[in-house]
Nanobody
Framework: QLHLVESGGGLVQPGGSLRLSCAVSGFPSRRTLDEYAIAWFRQAPGKEREEREAVSWMIMPSGLTHYTDSVRGRVTISREKDKNLVFLQMITLKPEDTGTYYC????WGVGGHRVDDYAFWGQGTQVTVSS
């Protein structure tokens, strides 16, 4: 069972930048990060878990990345394979980017934009964009 821990959130002014990190561990025997898809979701204030929005995800076996339209061009997902880290670099942040950001992993290396596509979740890190 995967264990995911997010870090890097904080308070930033509009136009600022943040880099979120997701440390992934707990791989079953002989499995590695290369076999999973890892996503970043945002839960906006007042929204429920089921309303989390997929910001970006990476299909580790292929390295393919996906971005939701609202962040494309401002967000980059990347990985540091040797350390089992996945990053979300965000620039030109806007107030509407505010929310709790969750790192999520699936068990099949397929990914997707839905909450139900992912079985494993971190505890989240808060991002607040405000002047």
């Amino acid at each position: 069972q995967l264990h995911l821990v997010e870090s890097g959130g904080g308070l930033v002014q509009p136009g600022g930048s943040l880099r979120l990190s997701c440390a992934v561990s707990g791989f079953p025997s002989r499995r590695t990060l290369d076999e999973y898809a890892i996503a970043w979701f945002r839960q906006a204030p007042g929204k429920e878990r089921e309303e989390r929005e997929a910001v970006s995800w990476m299909i580790m076996p292929s390295g393919l990345t996906h971005y939701t339209d609202s962040v494309r061009g401002r967000v980059t997902i990347s990985r540091e394979k040797d350390k089992n880290l996945v990053f979300l670099q965000m620039i030109t942040l806007k107030p509407e980017d505010t929310g709790t950001y969750y790192c999520a992993g699936d068990g099949w290396g397929v990914g997707g934009h839905r909450v139900d596509d992912y079985a494993f979740w971190g505890q989240g890190t808060q991002v607040t964009v405000s002047s």
